[in-house]
């Protein structure tokens, strides 16, 4: 009976240790990275990519949207492991841990009320005086942050609330991502009212990141030997596919280190 009760607690000890973990992601809404679609599911191509990182390491994970603001302090508190879509920056890299690799990249662009005059040629002294907008918790690049003491900025929690702002002539420039602007731009109350202008302010790269403890610095490790596997193989570029048009991914010889 002991040797029964023996190999039973062993065989309950070996399911637990091969099932894996549930990880938590957090993230906030991003126009074809992560969403949720009419019936609550979370879509996107983040939400996929996850999926089949964790699905290869024998995890399974829960997704959860939240402020962006919010979901970078849940993350960084250790309350999430995973943070889903940010830009990487120095102060970003000092809290989480990133992957290798992006999964998508973004331009960085200004909008502007359709009827007004206002142009940008790339120089940052060409908006000095000029009311600019952006969006909380965002990352716009190292040269926009440099030259933010010198620009009258606003912030504003959501692209619906500055693209109205843009509309209503409060503000002369919105600087957003131009994948997470498309949606609210072509709404019929928007459409005629704003205009996006080149050039590009630059260009951002997401990435999934984790919370930097021990354990999860060994998720890293997996996930990223994992999502290498898929580059290399071409399965990322058909799970994106999906998405052609709305997310553009990075060259595969891109990483946070180049």
């Given amino acids: 009976m002991l040797r029964h009760w023996s190999l039973a607690i062993l065989g309950l000890l070996f399911s637990l240790c091969v099932q894996g973990r549930e990880l938590q992601a957090v993230g906030t809404t991003f126009?074809?990275?992560?969403?949720?679609?009419?019936?609550?599911?979370?879509?996107?191509?983040?939400?996929?990519?996850?999926?089949?990182?964790?699905?290869m390491q024998g995890d399974t994970v829960k997704f959860k949207i939240e402020p962006w603001t919010r979901a970078q302090e849940t993350v960084a508190s250790?309350?999430?492991?995973?943070?889903l879509?940010?830009?990487?920056?120095?102060?970003?890299?000092?809290?989480?841990?990133?992957?290798?690799?992006?999964f998508y990249e973004d331009n960085m662009v200004f909008f502007v009320n359709a009827s007004s005059d206002h142009?940008?040629?790339?120089?940052y002294t060409s908006l000095?005086?000029?009311?600019?907008?952006?969006?909380?918790?965002?990352?716009?690049?190292?040269?926009?942050?440099?030259?933010?003491?010198?620009?009258?900025v606003e912030v504003t929690s959501t692209i619906e609330g500055a693209m109205l702002m843009l509309a209503a002539n409060r503000m002369d420039y919105l600087a957003?991502?131009?994948?997470?602007?498309?949606?609210?731009?072509?709404?019929?109350?928007?459409?005629?009212?704003?205009?996006?202008i080149a050039p590009p302010i630059g260009v951002q790269y997401g990435y999934i990141a984790f919370q930097r403890d021990p354990q999860r610095m060994e998720l890293l490790a997996k996930y990223n030997m994992?999502?290498?596997?898929?580059?290399?193989?071409?399965?990322?570029?058909?799970?994106?596919?999906?998405?052609?048009?709305?997310?553009?991914?990075?060259?595969?010889?891109?990483?946070?280190?180049?």
């Fill in 128 to 152: 000095i005086g000029k009311r600019i907008v952006t969006i909380r918790g965002w990352a716009y690049g190292e040269q926009f942050d440099r030259e933010l003491p010198n620009l009258n």
């Fill in 31 to 55: 126009t074809g990275i992560f969403e949720q679609d009419q019936k609550g599911n979370f879509v996107g191509l983040g939400v996929d990519l996850i999926r089949t990182l964790c699905g």
């Fill in 85 to 102: 879509g940010p830009y990487l920056t120095p102060e970003r890299e000092k809290r989480f841990a990133f992957m290798d690799q992006p």
């Fill in 119 to 123: 142009r940008w040629d790339g120089s």
């Fill in 226 to 258: 994992a999502f290498k596997k898929l580059i290399s193989s071409g399965q990322f570029a058909a799970m994106a596919a999906k998405y052609a048009g709305l997310v553009k991914i990075p060259p595969k010889d891109k990483t946070k280190f180049k």
């Fill in 176 to 196: 957003v991502n131009e994948r997470n602007a498309y949606r609210e731009s072509i709404k019929p109350d928007i459409r005629p009212a704003v205009a996006k």
């Fill in 78 to 83: 250790g309350a999430g492991d995973i943070l």
